[in-house]
Antibody, heavy 116, light 112 residues
Framework: QVHLVESGGGLVKPGGSLRLSCAAS????????MSWIRQAPGKGLEWVSF????????NYAESVTGRFTISRDDAKNSLYLQLDSLRVEDTAVYYC?????????WGQGSLVTVSS | DVVMTQSPLSLPVTLGQPASISCRSS???????????LNWFQQRPGQSPRRLLY???HRDSGVPDRFTGSGSGTDFTLKIIRVEAEDVGVYYC?????????FGQGTKLEIK
């Protein structure tokens, strides 16, 4: 059974940083692209980033390019998202999801709140 | 970016009656490999999204067969043959053909 469990969210001031982690289980992690998708409170879904197998390729939404960095550790079955230079508008639940263009499984989400 | 436009945004439905959600894209969603990467997700209140359909019409394991997807090019539809109480939530279409992948605004289905 596929499980994706996010951690690392919390309250941070504008300009601050956070690192989100996602622990994956129930499937061969190294075989899959992985992604982060976010949802602002009461709003819709926005793609943030994806990373290919072997970390050979990454892509980012324009709104986070240069501020967020996606990475993975296949030995630890883990996905990460480094969030730097955070803005109030980055406040959202961040979901770890399996795959990219055919995203299927989602984690429960980790809330990031950016506020002074 | 490809804009995904859903309608209606609010969908009150009587139990046992059908429901239909339209999703239109600003560009064709046919990818260079010949596939059309159009997914449908259901988000029940307080839960993470769950994929219902992928590549327009392929139903995920465990998804009731009352959910069907159709369409091509830029025009897609999610249909629920007979709405049940557990179908309450927000439905999103998502395109995975052009980066950045994008979602529709969401359609909130409620029981009348």
């Amino acid at each position: 059974q596929v499980h994706l469990v996010e951690s690392g969210g919390g309250l941070v001031k504008p300009g601050g940083s956070l690192r989100l982690s996602c622990a994956a289980s129930g499937f061969r992690f190294s075989d899959y692209y992985m992604s982060w998708i976010r949802q602002a409170p009461g709003k819709g879904l926005e793609w943030v980033s994806f990373i290919s197998t072997s970390s050979s390729y990454t892509n980012y939404a324009e709104s986070v390019t240069g501020r967020f960095t996606i990475s993975r550790d296949d030995a630890k079955n883990s996905l990460y998202l480094q969030l730097d230079s955070l803005r109030v508008e980055d406040t959202a639940v961040y979901y770890c999801v399996r795959a990219s263009r055919e995203v299927d499984y989602w984690g429960q989400g980790s809330l990031v709140t950016v506020s002074s | 970016d490809v804009v995904m436009t859903q309608s209606p945004l609010s969908l009150p439905v009587t139990l046992g009656q059908p429901a239909s959600i339209s999703c239109r894209s600003s560009q064709s969603l046919v990818y260079s490999d010949g596939n059309t990467y159009l997914n449908w997700f259901q988000q029940r209140p307080g839960q993470s999204p769950r994929r219902l359909l992928y590549k327009v019409s392929h139903r995920d394991s465990g998804v009731p067969d009352r959910f069907t997807g159709s369409g091509s090019g830029t025009d897609f539809t999610l249909k629920i043959i007979r709405v049940e109480a557990e179908d309450v939530g927000v439905y999103y279409c998502m395109q995975g053909t052009h980066w950045p992948y994008t979602f529709g605004q969401g359609t909130k289905l409620e029981i009348k």
